[in-house]
């Protein structure tokens, strides 16, 4: 499973064309398209935020076949009860395209995921470890490890490190170093990746964890945006190429 530089709040598939015309040929990293949902854009309502939303009716045209493409809907919910329902929707809406899920909940019920990667065993799962869920294990690198080793295994592929939850905070590589460690140590198998204020301007932040995690996803969202908030096609473009450079991709 390729590790892959991600980019979250795509919008329309001109925007994933630009971005993938600038990921080399068999490249060792896949170009991650995050499109953003909860659940009022999963009923077709209005978003607080639509320029990173897109009706449900669009992403199926948003993503794309393209081999270096990974297409994940990033969804937020905090209706756990409803969960099962929402993902099978999701999947059910989001076309054939759709390679997975990214669950921006915070520990989301296991006999829920565990339903669901039976009756979609193709999928992806990348299970978001934001603040909330780091608050409720009490920032801890070890019952962070704990918990996922015991309650996760086998129901998820990768875990992103997200304390920033798409608000452009930038993550401190030390703390972040930690929590790596701790779910190394698990030799579970899943893919680690970060998230937190990334941008083509810091990515040394990230780079400083590549000696010990040289597989290593990262995600950037709110720091691509432009004061519209709207994905800023240049910014996002320099970031990309920058992670290539600093993959030596």
């Known amino acids: 499973m390729k590790p892959y530089i991600g980019i979250t709040g795509f919008m329309y598939r001109k925007e994933v064309t630009v971005m993938l015309g600038l990921m080399p040929e ?15 854009t999963l009923y077709d309502r209005p978003s607080k935020l639509p320029n990173r939303y897109p009706a449900i009716r669009e992403i199926p045209r ?10 994940l809907v990033h969804y937020h919910s905090r209706e756990q009860a409803a969960l099962h329902w929402q993902l099978e929707d999701i999947t059910k809406w989001c076309g054939p395209n759709l390679h997975g899920l ?27 470890i934001g603040g909330r869920a780091l608050e409720i294990i009490g920032h801890s690198p070890e019952r962070l490890a704990a918990k996922v080793a015991e309650e996760y295994s086998g129901l998820i592929d990768r875990i992103l490190l997200d304390p920033s939850g798409g608000t452009g905070k930038e993550f401190d590589p030390a703390e972040i170093a930690e929590y790596l460690s701790a779910l190394k140590k698990t030799r579970l198998d899943f893919g680690l990746g970060v998230a937190g204020g990334l941008s083509s301007k810091n990515l040394h932040h990230a780079e400083l964890l590549l000696s010990e995690f040289p597989d290593l996803s990262i995600d950037a969202e709110g720091r691509l945006r432009n004061p519209d908030d709207h994905l800023d096609l ?13 993959f030596s991709v």
């Open 26 to 40: 068999n490249c060792s990293r896949k170009l991650m398209v995050g499109v953003l949902m909860n659940w009022e």
């Open 62 to 71: 948003i993503f794309t076949d393209h081999s270096a493409a990974l297409n």
């Open 102 to 128: 990214q669950l921006n909940v915070a520990w989301p019920d296991q006999m829920t995921l565990k339903i669901y990667k039976e009756s979609h065993p193709n999928k992806i799962i990348v299970l978001q």
């Open 234 to 246: 240049r910014e996002a473009g320099e970031y990309i190429s920058g992670a290539l450079e600093m």
